[in-house]
Structure formats: C-alpha cells, structure tokens
C-alpha cells in the first residue's frame, strides 16, 4: 500500500505561482505513474497531469498546458506540481494519485492510492 502527502497549497493572487509537493511512502516499489487531480466546489474531481515514475513522461490537461509543470524526484519518492499564472478558475483542492500502471493516464480508476488533499485559492 502507498500512502501519499501533499503539501504547499495556498492562496495567492492571480497571475502568481506555488508548487504542491506529494510525498509518497510504504511500497512505493510498486507506483508506476502518479498524478494531480482537482476539485472544485460542486463540480466532479478532474485531471490535472500526470507522469511516468520510470522516465518522466508527462501528460497534461489542456487548460494547464504551458502553465503547469509536473517533475518528480525518485530518490525522494517525490513528485511536484509547479504552477504558475494561476488563474481563479485553478481554485481547487489538489490531489495527489499514484497507480501500479506505466501508461499515462487522466482517469481517476488508473490510480489507486490518494492523498488528502491541499487547498489552492487563486483570488482575482
């Protein structure tokens, strides 16, 4: 079983940055892509971007793209979000997901473990 951290969120104005960080431990042998994932006040959790624990590979929602950056840090067993020209609609809780998998994926069923969430307020 993986347990997963995430830490970072915030509030801040448009146009500024965070980065969330998510921390994962117990049989992290076994993750083989982790993810971001965001909920808004009644509205259904959506993707964000996710990445190949092997090789780095990423992938993005449309409305992050050029925005967002996913990386991840192996020895660390710690994966990043860095956002940057956050908008209003970006106000969420973000989080965090890991998957046995090594394909991509945007679908909350290829991820089996999950963190509790972090705040991310974006004001105008």
């Known amino acids: 079983q993986v347990q997963l951290v995430e830490s970072g969120g915030g509030l801040v104005q448009a146009g500024g940055s965070l980065r969330l960080s998510c921390v994962a431990s117990?049989?992290?042998?076994?993750?083989?892509?982790m993810g971001w994932f965001r909920q808004a006040p009644g509205k259904e959790r959506e993707f964000v971007a996710s990445?190949?624990?092997?090789?780095?590979?990423?992938q993005y929602a449309d409305s992050v793209k050029g925005r967002f950056t996913i990386s991840r840090d192996n020895a660390k067993n710690t994966m990043y979000l860095q956002m940057d020209s956050l908008e209003p609609e970006d106000t969420a809780v973000y989080y965090c997901?890991?998957?046995?998998?090594?394909?991509?994926?945007?679908?909350?069923?290829?991820?089996?473990?999950w963190g509790q969430g972090t705040q991310v307020t974006v004001s105008s």
């Open positions: 990445i190949r624990w092997s090789d780095g590979r990423t």
């Open positions: 997901a890991a998957g046995p998998g090594t394909l991509l994926s945007a679908r909350t069923y290829a991820f089996g473990s």
């Open positions: 117990g049989s992290t042998f076994t993750i083989g892509r």
